[in-house]
């Protein structure tokens, strides 16, 4: 039987959702007391991030 190493998956979890982890953690455990704004702040700037670039290839793509 032949194995392809083409169809591993990364698995695992990324930076942003490790850093979003330790905040939401460290917040539950009374380390830091910010606003849940900032402690989600991995999340909405990830988002916002990936909507600005639809943003700007879907404007670039539209000027051709």
Do not use: Y
């Not at 990364?10 to 460290?26: E, N, R």
Request: charged share 10%; hydrophobic share 60%.
């Amino acid at each position: 039987m032949n194995t392809n190493d083409n169809n591993k998956s990364a698995g695992g979890i990324g930076f942003t959702s490790a850093l979003q982890i330790a905040f939401i953690v460290l917040k539950l455990c009374r380390v830091i007391e910010w606003p849940w704004f900032w402690v989600l702040a991995p999340t909405w700037i990830a988002i916002a991030f990936v909507i600005i670039v639809v943003i700007i290839i879907t404007i670039g793509v539209n000027r051709r």
